[in-house]
């Protein structure tokens, strides 16, 4: 079973979608220049990132150099070769892509005062 993670960062690149063998599998690969806490603008980490299927469709609504943050599962397998050494994939799948400032909102707007209902809050109910 797969994990779910979630990552903020700057579009880097944003590959084409490729289709691989002859029963219609499509992939698309894209780069993100992480952002999000504890990341130190000095050294910088890139991270790429894979769409499949119909998930390619999810990069057409981004251009590089926007924030966003990606949702993906993390998982791997290994594959084993007659004659070659084992290998280990690691993928990092994306699920659900979305503008850094979407990501998030909170439940109700705070007022300045603490009071989660605004100003305009009557608290006089009928009930």
Request: net charge negative; aromatic share 12%.
């Amino acid at each position: 079973m797969s994990k779910s993670f979630d990552v903020q960062g700057v579009l880097h690149s944003i590959g084409a979608t490729t289709e691989y063998g002859s029963n219609g599998f499509t992939k698309r690969e894209f780069v993100i220049k992480l952002t999000g806490e504890g990341e130190n603008p000095d050294y910088p980490n890139f991270v790429a990132l894979e769409l499949i299927k119909d998930k390619c469709a999810l990069m057409d609504q981004y251009q590089v150099g926007e924030e966003v943050v990606a949702h993906f599962n993390l998982s791997g397998r290994l594959w084993n070769a007659p004659g070659k050494p084992e290998k280990c994939f690691t993928s990092l799948q994306a699920w659900r892509v979305e503008r850094a400032g979407n990501h998030a909102q909170s439940a109700a707007p705070i007022s300045p005062d603490g009071d989660p209902f605004g100003q305009d809050y009557d608290d006089d109910v009928p009930f």
